[in-house]
T-cell receptor, first 114, second 114 residues
Framework: DTGVSQNPRHKITKRGQNVTFRCDPI?????LYWYRQTLGQGPEFLTY????????KSRLLSDRFSAERPKGSFSTLEIQRTEQGDSAMYLC????????????FGSGTRLTVV | ELKVEQNPLFLSMQEGKNYTIYCNYS?????LYWYRQDPGKSLESLFV?????AVKQEGRLMASLDTKARLSTLHITAAVHDLSATYFC??????????????FGTGTRLQVFP
């Protein structure tokens, strides 16, 4: 297993454009999480899935954000009409239910909105 | 509001010295995680602490958890340059509703110099 994989690693987009990120979790993990990290801060929770069901969404996840995990495997995070404030590192993590074995994070997608 | 505070925020220490990073949190939790992050990189799991009194050691790092005091420590013994990074603690809160997310601390940026 190669761990949690995220694509792309970097994305530069113009304000107002839509972007989509992909996360492939560890295959045996049934939970998948999205976090956002801005410069100099700790990661902040956005949302998580158990299999294909989205179980919780943070208030940080505005209407412009949508996340899916259609078949319970990979997940996508889409941001519509990007704003400069969306510039951040978007981190994906996966775990088994309960998280007692820990949460494994991917390398992240760094988004820059110009 | 759930808060996780780390101190110090910045730590510059000489090689060979010992130091402790503190992580205080404001909510009930019996599970705490420590992560390391190198600049521009993702989070590397260091320790998973699952109960009151848990102590784990790996190389020059040792972590402990006191759930009654809502405090975790990360102790560095005989620091070396390779330990230079940002260290985050993350708390798994016990809330009244079903959730599965980590609340991250502010991070401690460690720099080890000769």
């Amino acid at each position: 297993d190669t761990g949690v994989s995220q694509n792309p690693r970097h994305k530069i987009t113009k304000r107002g454009q839509n972007v989509t990120f992909r996360c492939d979790p560890i295959s045996e993990h049934n939970r998948l999480y999205w976090y956002r990290q801005t410069l100099g801060q700790g990661p902040e929770f956005l949302t998580y899935f158990q299999n294909e069901a989205q179980l919780e969404k943070s208030r940080l996840l505005s209407d412009r954000f949508s996340a899916e995990r259609p078949k319970g495997s990979f997940s996508t995070l889409e941001i519509q009409r990007t704003e400069q404030g969306d510039s951040a590192m978007y981190l994906c993590a996966s775990s088994l239910v309960g998280g007692s074995g820990g949460y494994t994070f991917g390398s992240g997608t760094r988004l820059t909105v110009v | 509001e759930l808060k996780v505070e780390q101190n110090p925020l910045f730590l510059s220490m000489q090689e060979g010295k010992n130091y402790t990073i503190y992580c205080n949190y404001s909510t009930t939790s019996d599970r705490l995680y420590w992560y390391r992050q190198d600049p521009g990189k993702s989070l590397e799991s260091l320790f998973v602490l699952l109960s009151n009194g848990a102590v784990k050691q790996e190389g020059r790092l040792m972590a402990s958890l006191d759930t009654k005091a809502r405090l975790s420590t990360l102790h560095i013994t005989a620091a070396v340059h390779d330990l230079s990074a940002t260290y985050f603690c993350a708390v798994y809160p016990v809330l009244s509703y079903n959730t599965d997310k980590l609340i991250f601390g502010t991070g401690t940026r460690l720099q080890v110099f000769p």
